[in-house]
Nanobody, 128 residues
Framework: QVQLVESGGGLVQAGESLRLSCAAS????????MGWFRQAPGKEREFVAA????????YYADSVKGRFTISRDNAKNTAYLQMNSLKPEDTAVYYC?????????????????????WGQGTQVTVSS
């Protein structure tokens, strides 16, 4: 069992930055990959970024490449999403997720089905 708690969301203006955190507990953090997804009102949840258990490999959605950075601190059992140059279209509830079943880090990490545990989400609102 893994428990995930997101924090760091808020209201910012376009062009500003936010850093989201995802605190994990319940299982050895360094043994599973982490992902970030987001869901805007009226839209489906979409992939944002993912990071391998060791932090050595990452994937990003095209819409956030060059602006967002996913990272993790296994000593603190925490994953992060640094979001720079925010745009109004980044407005959404952001969720972190943990995938514990898969021994190989592949492009499947961009799909919701790859993950086993989800946090409750944190709201990010970007005003123009």
């Amino acid at each position: 069992q893994v428990q995930l708690v997101e924090s760091g969301g808020g209201l910012v203006q376009a062009g500003e930055s936010l850093r989201l955190s995802c605190a994990a507990s319940g299982r050895t953090f360094s043994s599973y990959a982490m992902g970030w997804f987001r869901q805007a009102p009226g839209k489906e949840r979409e992939f944002v970024a993912a990071i391998r258990w060791s932090g050595g490999s990452t994937y990003y959605a095209d819409s956030v490449k060059g602006r967002f950075t996913i990272s993790r601190d296994n000593a603190k059992n925490t994953a992060y999403l640094q979001m720079n140059s925010l745009k109004p279209e980044d407005t959404a509830v952001y969720y972190c997720a943990a995938g514990i079943r898969h021994p190989i880090f592949t492009t499947q990490v961009t799909t919701m089905a790859w993950y086993d545990y989800w946090g409750q989400g944190t709201q990010v609102t970007v005003s123009s």
